[in-house]
């Protein structure tokens, strides 16, 4: 088990991870850092807990929104793959009309 050192709002935090992960976390917490200030530069310092709570929050509507395009992006390929499947049976059909008509 690794440990890393992060910074959050200026703040350091040692938190551990499963070895090799560590690039990882490291960035995970580079970006919460920089949600951190974002929102400290639309509404000021009002305390880590609040600032961490809406950064949360504000990822947590990221990740909420990106589950939503990949569902879409699924049912949509999947309606294309069907598509493309019924018109290949169609052609088959087809097909096999046409040959068995001589």
């Known amino acids: 088990m690794s440990q890393v050192e992060i910074t959050i709002n200026g703040r350091q935090y040692r938190v551990a991870c499963e070895d090799g992960q560590e690039t990882h976390l490291t960035n995970l917490a580079s970006y ?3 949600k951190m ?3 400290i530069d639309e509404v000021g ?3 880590d807990t609040s600032l ?3 950064a949360g929050l504000l990822i947590a509507d990221e ?4 589950n ?4 879409q992006a699924r049912n949509t390929a999947e309606a294309d793959y069907a598509n493309k499947v019924s018109a290949l049976a169609a052609q088959i ?5 046409s040959l068995g008509g001589d």
């Open 45 to 47: 310092q009002i305390g």
């Open 52 to 54: 961490m709570v809406m």
């Open 63 to 66: 990740l909420s929104d990106a």
């Open 32 to 34: 919460f850092d920089g």
């Open 93 to 97: 059909e087809s097909l096999a009309d």
């Open 37 to 39: 200030a974002s929102l």
């Open 68 to 71: 939503e395009e990949l569902t």
